[in-house]
């Protein structure tokens, strides 16, 4: 009977340490994952949009060089603006002014690029036909570049890797909730 419940007892045991041990793997963590998003972006096409001409090709192509371009620099100059945040914010004593500036500026920055994704929407509208823009605007005006949702690891705020999740257009990377391990619970 003992070594019954000597066996008994050690299994539960166990059962009970595996039962922790996964509860706290499971445990969602404060990472900020990226994700590599996989699109059609540099093809020069819009993909599921019928009857392009050669000329409606190469205007697009050129519209959407030029907001690349744009965009590649409000997204450098946010860059900047949140590693300037990060060291306002972990300074020996922060300056409140300086970080509720830098996190206005980043709105503004935002807001312009927001801005300039719609006036180029407008713009490539007017390149299409009526049908072929009925096929755009289904796409949300995505000309079938949208990417795909991609995997990443970054670390979280609790000193742990996390996984991400993204979605962005072309080959490049989005931002997304991490979920990780949190080691304190």
């Known amino acids: 009977m003992k070594k019954l419940n000597l066996k008994f007892v050690s299994f539960a045991i166990l059962f009970a340490t595996i ?21 059609n972006f540099n093809r020069g096409e819009c993909n599921g949009i019928s009857n392009l001409t050669e000329q409606q090709s190469k205007q697009l192509q050129t519209l959407r060089t030029a907001q690349a371009q744009d965009m590649l620099t409000y997204r450098n100059q946010l860059g900047e603006k949140r590693a300037r945040l990060r060291t306002l914010q972990t300074a020996e004593n922060p300056d409140m002014k300086s970080i509720n500036k830098t996190i206005e500026e980043m709105g503004a920055i935002r807001t312009t690029m927001m801005k300039k994704r719609a006036a180029h929407k407008q ?39 996390g996984q991400g999740y993204g979605t962005q257009s072309g080959n490049r990377k989005g931002n997304g909730q991490g979920y990780g391990r949190n080691a304190n619970n």
Not at 134 to 159: A, E, L
């Open 19 to 39: 039962l922790m041990t996964t509860t706290s793997f499971a445990q969602r963590g404060n990472g900020n994952g990226n994700g590599n998003g996989n699109g």
């Open 123 to 161: 713009e490539v509208r007017k390149v299409l036909t009526p049908e072929q823009r009925t096929q755009f605007d289904m796409r949300n005006g995505n000309c079938g570049h949208k990417g795909h949702r991609g995997n990443g690891m970054k670390k979280g705020n609790c000193g742990n890797n």
